[in-house]
């Protein structure tokens, strides 16, 4: 009888969720896969939420979230939890994804034990290590300990080919997050949200990085609020993230403002069809910035940097900042510029096809 491959995806945050469980899916359905899922819980309750939505039952559930939990107690939870499942699975190849902390954590505890680590979004880099926080890092340091890299783009190739990491182990295979939409967006969705927001241009917000706290996200949002003002016919709806320090700052700058909603985290099919409805999306979140697209909607992102240049140079995405005043005239130049409008909805998502876990699945086949 052959043996199988033994593989352990390894993720804990709900955007992770979002883009592995398409990737868990696709390597389950393959007899030469023994396939097991660990996820930390660096997210909760939004982290359940996926994986209910894809019916993926985690293996080991490591439960590591904790109120006010830090870097640092992030980090070494993961690194203490996982040391005994990969002592006891003893896998052939762990696979993480993108650039969080858990991601980070697992790729070292991998390493400490000389087991595979394949890195899943592999390549991305604003280079400069602070920006975004901690995320910048984690890429870069996942990058020196992994054997296999599945790029969604060229270009995040290319940045590891400057970083000399070997060419035979660098895939171009695109985003998981466009795989997801499949499982997602339905063309009878309804909701009251959508019942409310009616006619109006429908703009969807996310924003919740680390480097936005405190004034940034003031800015950034009071340009928002200043155009919910100005018209008539636009709404907007923003799932506000947990953490009381946004909630404290969209309560205050959104107060007694009637043409939002703020509303609790959405569950991913909630939100992948609210954006699909939506006119024009705001964000400082990271897979956003490669899913709207997909669906026809120009992405403002509200950021100083982005580690995904190819939407900006593709022409879906723009790089507004935080400055209050960029955010008010960028959202209002699409908004009464129809032209502009289509010509960032039409260009083309340099982020994939769809087919990403297939394309993963195939090459780790190969490999092994």
Not at 76 to 84: A, G, K
Not at 130 to 136: G, Q
Not at 353 to 367: H, P, Q
Request: glycine share 4%.
């Amino acid at each position: 009888m052959t043996k199988k491959t033994k593989i352990l995806l390894v993720f804990g945050t709900r955007p992770d969720a979002i883009k592995m469980c398409p990737l868990v899916i696709e390597m389950k359905k393959r007899a030469c896969f023994d396939v097991k899922v660990c996820v930390t819980g660096q997210h909760r309750e939004m982290l359940h939420q996926v994986l209910d939505v894809f019916e993926v039952v985690p293996d080991y559930d490591m439960q590591i979230m904790k109120d006010g939990q830090s870097l640092f107690d992030v980090t070494t939870e993961t690194m203490n939890c996982l040391h005994p499942v990969l002592i006891e699975y003893k896998p052939d190849l762990v696979l993480v994804h993108g650039d969080t902390s858990t991601a980070y954590a697992a790729a070292v505890t991998a390493f400490y034990l000389k087991i595979a680590v394949g890195h899943v979004e592999a390549g991305l880099r604003t280079y400069n290590i602070y920006s975004p926080f901690p995320e910048e890092f984690n890429r870069q340091a996942i990058s020196i300990v992994a054997k296999y890299y599945f790029c969604p783009t060229a270009r995040a190739a290319d940045n590891l080919a400057r970083e000399n990491r070997p060419d035979n182990n660098v895939f171009v295979v695109g985003n998981t997050c466009i795989d997801a939409l499949k499982y997602t967006v339905r063309e009878s969705y309804h909701s009251e949200l959508l019942d409310w927001a009616g006619d109006s241009r429908l703009l969807t917000i996310t924003a919740h990085r680390r480097e936005n706290l405190d004034l940034p996200m003031h800015q950034m949002l009071r340009g928002i609020r200043r155009v919910l003002d100005h018209y008539t016919d636009v709404k907007a709806i923003y799932p506000v993230h947990m953490n009381p320090e946004v909630r404290q700052v969209a309560e205050t700058v959104f107060a007694d403002c009637n043409k939002i909603r703020l509303i609790e985290p959405m569950d991913i099919v909630d939100f992948h069809n609210v954006m699909a409805h939506s006119y024009l999306v705001l964000t400082d979140s990271g897979g956003i910035q490669e899913e709207a697209p997909s669906l026809g909607k120009p992405v403002l992102v509200m950021r100083d940097t982005t580690e995904r240049p190819e939407g900006i140079e593709a022409g879906t995405l723009r790089l507004v900042g935080t400055c209050e005043e960029t955010v008010y005239h960028t959202c209002r130049e699409l908004l009464d510029n129809p032209e502009e409008y289509r010509r960032m909805s039409m260009k083309q998502n340099p982020y994939g096809d769809g087919n990403a876990s297939v394309k993963i699945a195939n090459i780790i086949e190969s490999v092994y």
